[in-house]
């Protein structure tokens, strides 16, 4: 059952899809909504994909997909739209626009020394479309230098896709014993986990598999210039 504010969402996004065929912006959808913040929005559109009522189209901003209405309302069927005549110099597909941004949560600093989950905030951030790939992602604020040699400095936005398995190499979120979150390379070392800076003043850290639990791994990075 939905609360009354997803429902209202979602109504007004299949409002929105039917009239032009594009999603609503956040703001848009803030606005509709009375909301303060668009952190609310990612809230609600977070909860609404997990009970199965819209799905996020991957590798693009602004890309919703209804899938189902609640009891007692029907979901149109989708406009036929007829495909206009391709021609030979005519390229495929066009690609997302430079300024195209996503919106996405702003947990907290990586060295907080507390569980990404507890990292949770009303913060956002955003992000051009073009650096984020296909699920779920946030943002972590970088704290020190342990991953410089990496182009990682203190206070770059990491942002993070949502996964908890890891290949080697990949620069991950992990989770150590279920009390320092760290960003670090993910190795298998024998039957031991070893988590690598990219900075030569911090030694290899090296753990038991049932001490680590992988929250993400590295997308990009976003940096502000002052």
Do not use: W
């Not at 609404?48 to 590798?59: M, S």
């Not at 507890?118 to 955003?126: F, H, I, N, Q």
């Amino acid at each position: 059952m939905l609360t009354a504010k997803q429902q209202e969402l979602l109504i007004f996004i299949q409002k929105r899809l039917e009239e032009g065929g594009v999603s609503p912006s956040f703001d848009e959808m803030k606005d509709a909504l009375d909301l303060k913040s668009k952190s609310g929005i990612h809230r609600l559109i977070s909860a609404l994909e997990e009970r199965g009522f819209i799905r996020r189209l991957p590798n693009r901003a602004r890309a919703l997909e209804v899938l189902k209405l609640p009891d007692g309302l029907s979901k149109p069927e989708a406009p036929v739209i007829k495909p206009p005549l391709a021609s030979a110099t005519a390229p495929r597909e066009l690609p997302l626009a430079a300024n195209d941004v996503i919106e996405i949560p702003l947990h907290g600093r990586i060295a907080a020394g507390v569980p990404v989950e507890a990292m949770e905030s009303d913060a956002s951030l955003a992000v051009p479309a073009a650096l984020l790939g296909s699920g779920d992602h946030y943002a972590l604020e970088v704290s020190g230098d342990s991953m410089v040699d990496a182009g990682i400095l203190d206070g770059d936005y990491a942002l993070i896709q949502r996964t908890d398995i890891a290949r080697e190499g990949q620069i991950v979120v992990a989770l150590i014993e279920d009390s320092e979150a760290t960003l670090k390379y993910f190795r298998r070392d024998g039957g031991r986990i070893r988590l690598d800076p990219a900075n030569a003043a911090y030694e290899p850290q090296i753990y038991d598999p049932r001490q680590v639990r992988i929250q993400g791994r590295l997308a990009g990075i976003l940096r502000r210039y002052n």
